[in-house]
């Protein structure tokens, strides 16, 4: 950089260059148009009053009046290891984290309350840990296992309702680390093993049940079987001797009401014997064997 040499230079030339590096020093220290950024707004102030709020961009700002860059964008404010205690006196922590942002037609209050910046980070940190305190002193132990959704609701309820005091508008609430203190932690992983071992036993007794009861299942499905085999066997052989009994009744019915036929039958027999007779007479006679018949009569 090169420094003008003003050894050559008159007292009033000396003079009038300093007047104008002074009237741009003030003129850039007083210039009137601003810039407020994106996802800002510009506080106007006179003296210490609020005079308004600038929306983003350009700001005509005289040199009497003072412009501060306001955020409205979204903030993240974290609590850790924020103390409780349950309906049965039960210690419990919870780490959490809160995203909010400053509403838009309350930045003159917070800035004239709160923040001049918009960050309220302090103030939700507190607000959570009040919250989280009176949420768990409505609930036992065992409840806040057990309806944990139920408790982050009413957390995230409670804690809109106390940070819109502020002028702050909640966008999520992420909760983590909820534990108990150690010895109730001991007692419910015990209580869950116990649990644990006992839905066993009963699922392997349901199992053996089952196994059971389908063994019966088979064993009387087997039992009807054999059952209606025999069944069916016995109506056979009586529906055959049935059919027996009637054909030799209707039989002996025949042949006694035909006792012609009979004799019929049995001349034709001895009939037939004759005809086959040689002319030899048997040597020996019992008494039951028939005599042959004689023909005496001539050829």
């Known amino acids: 950089m090169n420094i003008p040499n003003l050894s ?16 741009g020093i003030l003129v850039l220290s007083y210039w009137p148009l601003k810039s407020v950024p994106t996802g800002s707004r510009g506080v106007v102030t006179q003296f210490g009053a609020i005079k308004g709020v600038e929306q983003e961009g350009l700001a005509f700002v005289p040199p ?18 924020a103390d409780g205690s349950t309906a049965d006196t039960q210690p419990v922590k919870v780490s959490m984290t809160v995203r909010y942002s400053i509403a838009t037609d309350r930045v003159a209050e917070v800035y ?30 065992p409840d806040l296992i057990s309806k944990r959704s139920q408790v982050s609701n009413d957390i995230s309820a409670a804690l809109r309702q106390k940070l819109a005091l502020y002028g702050a508008s ?43 009861k389908q063994k019966v299942a088979i064993a ?19 529906t055959v001797a049935k059919a027996q009994a ?22 034709e027999v001895e009939q037939t014997r004759a005809n086959r007779w040689d002319g030899v007479l048997p040597t020996a006679v019992y008494g039951s064997a028939p005599i042959p018949f004689l023909n005496s009569g001539k050829q």
């Not at 007292?11 to 590096?21: F, M, P, T």
């Not at 909640?170 to 203190?181: A, E, K, L, P, T």
């Open 8 to 23: 050559g230079l008159s007292g009033k030339q000396i003079r009038n260059i300093a007047a104008g590096a002074l009237a």
């Open 64 to 81: 009497w009046q003072r412009l501060s860059i306001f955020s409205i964008r979204a903030e993240e404010a974290s609590i850790e290891n």
């Open 112 to 141: 004239e309350k709160y923040s001049h910046d918009g960050n309220l980070a302090s103030y939700v940190q507190t607000a959570a840990a009040e919250v989280f305190k009176a949420v768990t002193a409505r609930y036992t132990a």
């Open 170 to 212: 909640v966008i999520n609430i992420d909760m983590r680390n909820f534990s108990f203190g150690d010895s109730y932690m001991k007692a419910i992983n015990e209580k869950v093993t116990q649990e644990q071992l006992r839905l066993g036993a009963e699922n392997k007794l349901k199992t053996v049940e089952a196994e059971q």
């Open 220 to 238: 009387e499905a087997e039992a009807k079987a054999l059952s209606a085999k025999a069944d069916g066997e016995a109506y056979a052989n009586l």
């Open 246 to 267: 009637e054909a030799l009744r209707v039989q002996n019915a025949a042949l006694a009401q035909n006792k012609d036929v009979l004799e019929l039958r049995r001349i």
